[in-house]
């Protein structure tokens, strides 16, 4: 069973359990709603053309016993810089101080390739010991091969090595995805 527990302003707001937390972050429009959405087989997460309309921690309960954590974009949004920077600061403060994340999932376009807000992202995970694992998305509407795995794993210790390639659209990657999550 699917359940939407709640969209939170705060770290301090959401629910202390004891499901294992599996969050998803990347850029604005970068397919996060979609891709959680075709994981679990449910329109649970409000997708939208518009970038940056996830503006809470959005929190989904998996059969009582996983949460999926949708994270607010960030780099592209329309926000004010002080929006941004509270979002940050947020954003930061649950990847260090939540005890039940098993795994963050950073999220990267791949017709575009990491950006430096990606980079800096995967840096300070690395610098804090928070295990990542990065998602290449929309790998249906790539034109072109290009050599971003590279640019990727250059020196990330906190990182998994694995690095998968979906497309929410396609159903492509999805299974390898909800294999590490636990979902049938």
């Known amino acids: 069973m699917i359940k939407f527990v709640g969209a939170f302003e705060k770290v301090s707001d959401l629910p202390e359990t004891q499901f294992t937390e599996y969050a998803f972050a990347g850029r604005s429009n970068v397919g996060k709603s979609s ?3 075709a994981i679990v ?3 649970i997460a409000r997708t939208s053309n518009t970038p940056g309309r996830t503006q ?7 059969d009582d016993r996983i949460s999926i954590i949708d994270l607010p974009g960030y780099g592209y949004a329309r926000v004010s810089k ?3 920077e509270r979002w940050m600061i947020r ?3 649950y990847i260090t101080t939540r005890r039940q994340l098993k795994r963050l999932f950073i999220l990267i376009d791949s017709r575009i390739g990491p950006r ?6 995967m840096n300070f995970c690395d610098m804090n010991g928070i295990s990542y694992q990065v998602i290449y998305t929309k790998k249906d509407k790539r034109v072109r091969e290009h050599d971003q795995l590279d640019i990727v794993c250059d020196a990330h210790p906190a990182m998994v090595a694995d690095i998968l390639e979906t497309s929410a659209e396609k159903k492509y990657g999805i299974d390898k ?4 999550i636990g979902i049938k």
Not at 116 to 121: E, R
Not at 177 to 180: E, M, S, Y
């Open 82 to 84: 002080v929006d941004a």
């Open 56 to 62: 809470t921690l959005n929190m989904f309960n998996i």
């Open 35 to 37: 891709l959680i959405n």
């Open 116 to 121: 430096d807000s990606d980079l800096d992202l």
């Open 177 to 180: 995805v909800r294999a590490i």
């Open 41 to 43: 087989g449910s329109p």
């Open 91 to 93: 954003f930061q403060q």
